[in-house]
């Protein structure tokens, strides 16, 4: 019942396949005892009181208490044996009982993309060499972020680490979450990189280890945490995935916690902006792509900036202009950005060159928050139509898989 978020860069291609490598040989190895004690996440019916309820079962079942959530959704996650997780199940005021899921980030290798969404054309952008900052709030949901990034406005204060159930800071171990924050908004000071949202506020929430994973349960603090702050974060960026699919009625039917999360969360009004995935596939099958109340992203391989497709490769095969080989496709995918070979921050200070729908949808979501900029208390239904509405048809879709045409991300009027 584990799902895996997956982080692919150049730094941390050989630990992955080494830790990968470790899992695969130990599951063969010893096959799990399918009563021994696991993860789980337990969620309330609305009207129990989250911190309450899981010190009663704590203390009635001997849980091991790890997360309690208290704002998207009322719960919490404990380890228990799937006869304990029976169980509480049971219990009056539980809505359902979920076990953990591994989820990994989506990234493949690396930036280019804020001169093709037309960020520095941008009004509000204003990307000139003058240090002139974006006046939003952005959530990255990912590995963390280097908190002492010289190109990026990191609000320290808002940090919040959700790995090993908080022990450590929220500074990012692997790079993916450092990356993913300056497309979204590395500062316009002549040095580095610029994001697409230029000094954006970023909100460091780490829900993923150095090795690029985590659990549903960790994923959910971080969704909890942006719900508890929706008053400040207008934009939060999930570059992350596992399997599932939408349910139509936000997990209510399926049993999944954070689909519930994420709706809770977007009904206060943050909007949510999440990687489509890079398995080549449908986005149905996976989440939180597939869910309808988020903006879910593909990515473009565009290696020069501008539409016509004359670029060179600068460092995977894909054609300029096409929608990248990588990337997930379908009904459930809303916009395009850029994807591949894409420059942006790094950890210890640094920077460096991935690709993956990973890098694609910070770009949508700095263009969600230029929009939040000029459009105090849009709702995420609103900034999700400007961004769709205002895309453009100027890329090639012979190599789209669904033959359905996404608009490209233009944040040229925002």
């Known amino acids: 019942m584990h799902r895996t978020f997956l982080v692919t860069a150049a ?3 050989s630990a992955l396949a080494l830790a990968t490598t470790a899992l695969t040989s130990s599951a063969t190895a010893a096959p799990q005892d399918a009563s021994a004690p696991s993860g789980y996440v337990v969620v309330l019916e609305d009207s129990m009181v989250a911190r309450s309820v899981a010190n009663l079962h704590a203390d009635r079942f001997g849980l091991d208490l790890g997360h309690v959530y208290s704002s998207a959704l009322q719960g919490y996650s404990a380890t228990m044996t799937p006869q304990t997780a029976a169980l509480v199940e049971a219990l009056p005021g539980v809505d359902f009982v979920q076990p953990e899921r ?14 093709r969404a037309e960020a520095d054309v941008s009004p509000t952008a204003a990307i000139d060499g003058t240090d002139q900052r974006v006046d939003v709030d952005v959530a990255v949901i990912d590995t963390g972020v280097d908190l002492d990034h010289p190109d990026l406005n990191v609000n320290t204060a808002g940090a919040k680490n959700c790995t090993l159930f908080g022990i450590g800071n929220a ?8 990356h993913v924050a300056g497309t979204i908004g590395a500062l316009d000071d002549t040095n580095g990189v610029v994001g697409v949202a230029p000094g954006a506020r970023i909100w460091p929430v780490k829900v993923l280890n150095a090795a690029g994973s985590g659990t549903n349960a960790d994923v959910i603090c971080g969704i909890d945490y942006v719900a508890a702050h929706a008053d400040e974060i207008e934009v939060a960026n999930m570059s992350l995935g596992g399997g599932g699919e939408d349910d139509g009625s936000c997990g209510a039917s399926s049993g999944d916690a954070m689909h519930a999360a994420i709706c809770e969360a977007t009904d206060a009004g943050v909007t949510f902006v999440v990687a489509a995935g890079n398995e080549s596939a449908d986005a149905a099958t996976s989440t939180p792509a597939a869910y309808d109340e988020v903006i879910t992203v593909s990515a473009l391989a565009d290696f020069d900036g501008a539409p016509g497709g004359a670029g060179a490769s600068t460092c995977r095969a894909d054609e300029d202009d096409t929608f990248a080989s990588f990337s997930n496709f379908g009904q459930d995918v809303d916009i395009i950005a850029p994807g591949v070979c894409i420059d942006s921050t790094s950890m210890q200070g640094g920077y460096a060159t991935l690709s ?7 770009h949508v979501a700095g263009g969600a928050a230029l929009h939040a900029a000029t459009h105090p208390g849009a709702t995420p239904s609103q900034v999700k139509a400007a961004l769709l509405g205002s895309g453009s048809s100027a890329w090639n879709d012979v190599d789209d898989p669904d033959s359905t045409k996404e608009p490209l991300l233009d944040v040229s009027t925002s």
């Open 11 to 13: 730094a941390t291609a």
């Open 356 to 362: 993956g729908t990973s890098m694609a949808a910070p």
């Open 102 to 115: 591994q989820l990994t980030a989506t990234a493949q290798e690396t930036p280019t993309g804020v001169d």
């Open 171 to 178: 500074d990012d171990g692997n790079g993916h979450g450092s």
